[in-house]
């Protein structure tokens, strides 16, 4: 897609649940809670240093899935952030 996008000077919308996914294709990053924006701006600051609670939960969700998928491989934990926010937390 982003040679697609660089090669024919295009602009995409790319609409996706998955947050890590997110990292490989935007420049930019708006995060969605119930129809409203809660994060936006360049991806990696976004992902990064993230202002809502939503998604820093989403990418702690995405580190609890990707250590499930890969049993008995040693997997990057998530930031260190999700280790205090506890089981309970909902995106």
């Known amino acids: 897609m982003r040679t697609l996008r660089a090669g024919r000077q295009l602009a995409m919308l790319f609409v996706t649940y998955s947050i890590a996914l997110s990292r490989h294709i935007a420049d930019n990053l708006v995060v969605l809670n ?41 997997v990057k934990s998530g930031p260190a952030r999700c280790a205090t926010m506890g089981s309970n937390s909902r995106f």
């Not at 939503?54 to 008995?72: K, N």
């Open 34 to 74: 119930k129809g409203k924006i809660v994060d936006y701006g360049p991806t990696a600051q976004v992902l990064e240093n993230p202002t809502h609670e939503y998604t820093r939960a989403a990418d702690c969700r995405r580190a609890e899935v990707l250590s499930r998928q890969v049993p008995g491989r040693a």
